[in-house]
């Protein structure tokens, strides 16, 4: 609603009348009534005139980011009821003597839902930034124009006429009758009248005026829908009431259409155009009209296809086709700035077979595809490409319908009658059915590798992803089409990870000479917006430059020519090696934005495209560059701080020693000298720097490759997390097996014996039983889990770290479980031998004892830590924010079992250690019982007695302490690695509760 003030002076009246000539001068005069808006206050009482609109149509307020039929409903527009506009005589008086104009038709999705609506803001959007970067004005930014106009519209095709008698059948050449009745039957099909219905609608209108030039740009919307089976025709009924007749006019005049919104459209275009060349020669009225509404363009007319993706033999073209004849040497010219889904399932193929993950005909791997079934062209062309591929094993279809993802609310609002609940439980019980081995479709989903999801509308596609996450937890998922919401924060969880192949990016960069004064474009919602941008930027260019009626537009940069008519190659001869092609992309949805995988080095003169990311961290110059200031700035303030602290000087005489231990180490080794017996603690030193050695090795070599994987660590699209992660696990557990054993004390050593504690030969059996044991277990429930990785050599290095980690993981998990018996052992042969009379040597025994099993117990506890902060350490490396691998119910046994086994035996050795003291105090209660018994049955009062008594007393005390002070469950006990592993245990499953519980009880 307008809200300027009424203009009550008479200067300002002067100044109204002064504006009105100025607007009748452009062709722009103010209408002297406005239809009242319903539920309002008449305008009149809030206006003192109307916003400056042309005779016949109607201009309302619509920012450039709202949908252009956002009014279309709006009662004002009632008063537009017939099909008369000044907009002819607007053209006529603004296209000045040099000047040219194009009839844009802009074809959107119709239809009132949600995702409609936000189709056609997109669309809005990217038109209106291409022709602002072509440098054509947009007057009036905040309104749009809508006028009236009368569309006759056909249910029919336009017919065409069988073919000659002479080439049809033989024997009409020799029978004249039989020629003359095909003739008129030829001429009475062509006449006959189609079934039409006429509709009156409002399309939105704008014009726009080049700032140096003065070229026109006179764009109107128009949706599918009303395009009907003969869409030439309906352009002709949107042009020919706005079209100046002059043959001067005609000179400097073009037609184009960016569009259609669907392949099926496109299609019937294809379709009308044939069969209006067919009718030359015996056209009706109505062709007649279409054919010289055609042939007055003599800038040219030009279809820009932006979204059609099927196939051209599905679109009724043939190969290499650029234009669309209409008869007696007038044609449309078909420009293509997106190529077919064909171009897509190739890039899948690709990207799925360097990662190891594509199904074929010799492996058990399987392939489950989740298929929009539909009467979409593209759809069905990407399905039958899954099918009739040579590379890829016969994928196990599951077919969905449209907006299976719509709720009651979208329903309603798209137009459609309540239906009652969500039709989402069809996609529940389908997931539910997969989640059972025996299910009747006779898929085994531990053995699909690979699911991909075939459909035209995100939300199905992202509710499909959702649900079939939890039941295909080892797939890789792959889609078409990239788009900006797979990256909003609730979506991430379930769309990371996701394979996604796409035409076009969201960025484009470069090119000045094609995008106009504006080099970088902020980023688009999906591909489709992008191909929209530059199919406006590529006519608005060649309009200007009056090349739409070339055959090719060729442009060079550097020294690469490139036709701007056949980016995508797809009216070219080599698609698939000539560099001026856009070839399709590959993402990776990541935890902050969608990452372009490398495939093909991108030519530097193409930048049509969003460009790759950056290849790597070592290419990365702040992130490099911080983490080297950082451990300089490190490694110079330990050594300022180190005398004025005694922690900083062991914290690098430790860094110092080591690292001369070790070289000293390897150059002895080098040399044939016997190093390992000298220093048989560096071989875990050694190993991990050689370790190190092969990562990073492995990483800068293979960074070369096109098909390495990612160096990105926070973007979640990478292995190399994982790795390094699994890599910490391996030489922190050689450092604890290789470690000299714990330093007793002499009284604990004392206690503990000469028996030797259980070596690591012994460990190394049990945990290489249990890691190969759950190999195939895995194996039988899951197949082979090989990590999605882009390059096999990195694949293969991360199984046999993830197998190297996970021995490693259970030996120490094992040499801690035996060390814990031991103890345990030791502590039960103790309590065994406690004597039953006790003396005073015996009460200093049994205290020093007591003493001795706690601290053998706080030994065994911070033993079983370890095992437990590296089960941390590998959950952390698996953690599904890393780009880990896919994992089944065996691996979270096995993350879980250390924790567990060092839970339990951290439990069972203090008890043990408790039993003990118990029983201590039991004997020395009742031998103080037995002594008071005696003294009260004296005579005579004994000091012995009564010394004796006192010294039980003082033992008690001592033994009751053990549980309190430097051995209590808050200092140096087990529990302090207990308070982990229910922190562990609580975020990981529902044991935890139970288990928080239990150590209430432990005293």
Not at 79 to 107: A, W, Y
Not at 646 to 662: H, P, Q
């Amino acid at each position: 609603m307008n809200l300027e003030k009424t203009l009550h002076s008479p200067l300002a009246w002067v100044g109204g009348g002064l504006l009105g000539a100025v607007l009748a001068y452009f062709g722009l005069a103010p209408t002297s009534e406005i239809s009242e808006l319903p539920g309002e206050s008449p305008p009149s009482a809030l206006l003192g005139w109307q916003h400056p609109s042309v005779k016949g149509s109607l201009s309302l307020a619509s920012s450039m980011w709202e949908d252009p039929f956002i009014h279309l409903d709006n009662a004002a527009l009632k008063s537009l009821d017939k099909p008369e506009s000044d907009i002819k005589r607007i053209l006529t008086n603004k296209i000045g003597k040099r000047s040219k104009v194009m009839f844009l038709v802009v074809s959107v999705d119709g239809g009132l839902s949600a995702d409609h609506v936000e189709s056609r803001q997109r669309v809005r959007h990217a038109v209106e930034l291409a022709m602002a970067n072509q440098g054509f004005a947009l007057p009036f930014p905040n309104r749009m124009t809508y006028r009236s106009v009368e569309l006759d519209y056909y249910f029919t095709p336009r017919p065409s006429p069988p073919a000659s008698a002479a080439t049809a059948n033989p024997t009409t050449a020799s029978n004249p009758t039989t020629a003359s009745s095909s003739t008129k039957s030829a001429d009475s099909a062509a006449s006959s009248d189609p079934e039409t219905v006429p509709i009156q609608t409002h399309l939105p209108t704008k014009l726009y005026r080049h700032k140096d030039t003065g070229d026109l740009i006179l764009l109107t919307w128009i949706q599918d829908s009303h395009l009907g089976q003969r869409p030439l025709d309906t352009f002709r009924q949107i042009v020919t009431p706005v079209m100046p007749e002059s043959k001067s006019f005609a000179d400097r005049s073009a037609f184009c259409l960016l569009g259609p919104a669907s392949s099926n459209t496109l299609s019937q275009i294809v379709k009308d155009c044939a069969a209006l060349n067919k009718n030359a020669g015996r056209r009706s009225q109505e062709d007649r009209e279409t054919f010289e509404f055609f042939q007055r363009f003599h800038q040219g007319s030009t279809i820009c296809n932006s979204v059609c993706t099927a196939t051209n033999a599905s679109l009724g073209l043939t190969d290499h086709q650029k234009t669309l004849d209409l008869g007696d040497d007038a044609s449309i010219r078909l420009i293509h700035t997106i190529a077919s889904d064909s171009r897509l399932l190739d890039a899948l193929q690709h990207e799925l077979s360097i990662r190891g993950v594509l199904p074929n005909e010799e492996s058990t791997n399987e392939m489950v595809l989740f298929s929009e079934q539909s009467s979409l062209s593209y759809i069905d062309d990407l399905e039958d490409s899954f099918f009739h591929s040579s590379q890829i094993a016969r994928p196990i279809v599951v077919p969905y319908l449209k907006d299976i993802a719509a709720t009651q609310g979208e329903a309603q609002a798209a137009g459609s009658p309540p239906s009652g609940l969500s039709v989402q439980d069809y996609l529940d019980r389908s997931m539910s059915e997969f989640g059972s081995v025996a299910s009747s479709r006779g898929i085994n989903p531990s053995r699909v590798r690979a699911v991909g999801i075939i459909g035209s509308k995100w939300e199905d596609k992202n509710l499909i992803l959702k649900k079939a996450r939890d039941v295909f937890p080892t797939a890789t998922f792959f889609t078409t089409e990239l788009d900006a919401r797979y990256n909003l924060p609730e979506v991430v969880p379930h769309s990371r990870n996701l394979i996604v192949a796409s035409h076009y990016g969201l960025l484009i960069s470069g090119r000045d000479d094609i995008f106009g004064r504006v080099n970088n474009i902020p980023s688009f919602r999906d591909g489709y917006q992008t191909s929209r941008f530059i199919g406006m930027s590529v006519l608005g260019r060649g309009f200007r430059e009056k090349k739409l009626k070339e055959n090719e537009y060729t442009l060079v940069f550097g020294d690469q020519p490139q036709n701007l008519f056949d980016l995508v190659g797809r009216s070219g001869t080599d698609t698939s090696t000539a560099p001026a092609y856009l070839r399709p992309l590959t993402f990776e949805i990541g935890n902050y934005s969608a990452i372009q995988l490398r495939d093909r080095e991108s030519p530097s003169y193409l930048p049509l495209r969003q460009p790759p990311s950056a290849r790597s961290l070592f290419s990365d110059g702040p992130w490099l560059a911080a983490v080297l200031i950082f451990l300089g700035v490190t490694v110079f303030a330990v050594n300022v701080l180190s005398p004025f602290s005694d922690d900083l000087r062991t914290v690098r005489s430790i860094f110092k020693n080591s690292a001369t231990g070790t070289l000293r180490f390897m150059h002895n080794f080098v040399g044939g000298k016997n190093a390992a017996k000298q220093h048989p603690a560096l071989w875990s030193v050694v190993i991990g720097v050689l370790l190190i050695v092969l990562v990073v090795g492995t990483m800068l070599t293979r960074d070369r490759s096109l098909h390495s994987e990612p160096i990105l660590f926070a973007s979640g699209v990478s292995l190399w997390p994982s790795i390094w992660g699994l890599s910490l696990v391996i030489m922190l557990s050689l450092r604890s097996i290789t470690k000299s054993p714990p330093k007793f004390s002499e009284e604990v050593r004392k206690f503990i014996g000469d028996e030797a504690e259980p070596g690591s030969a012994i460990a190394l059996k049990l945990a290489a039983t249990l890691t190969i044991a759950f190999y195939l277990v895995s194996y039988l429930e899951s197949g082979a889990i090989q990590p999605p990785a882009r390059d096999w050599i990195v694949r293969w290095l991360a199984v046999s770290i993830l197998f190297a980690a996970t021995l490693c993981l259970m030996i120490v998990a094992f040499r801690c479980l035996l060390f814990s018996l031991h103890a345990r052992r030791v502590i039960s042969e103790a309590t065994k031998n406690i004597p039953e009379s006790i003396n005073l040597q015996s009460q200093q025994a049994m205290v020093s004892e007591c003493r001795s099993t706690m601290h053998l117990s706080i030994i065994a506890s911070k033993k079983l830590l370890r095992p437990a902060v590296l089960s941390i350490v590998l959950i952390v490396s698996r953690w599904r924010g890393w780009d880990a691998w896919g994992l089944d119910r065996s691996w979270y046994v096995l993350l879980i079992t250390p924790i567990c086994l060092s839970f339990i035996a951290a439990i069972i050795v203090r008890l043990a250690a408790i039993r003990f003291r118990n029983e201590v105090l039991e004997r020395l209660h009742l031998t103080q019982y037995k002594l008071l018994h005696e003294q009260a049955n004296s005579q005579m009062q004994d000091p012995a007695i009564a010394n004796n008594v006192q010294m039980l007393k003082e033992s008690e005390v001592e033994i009751e302490r053990l549980n309190r002070g430097p051995f209590g469950p808050i200092s140096q006990d087990y529990l302090l690695g207990a308070a982990v592993l229910v922190f562990t245990i609580a975020v990981t499953g529902p044991a935890g509760a139970f288990l928080n519980r239990v150590l209430t009880f432990v005293p």
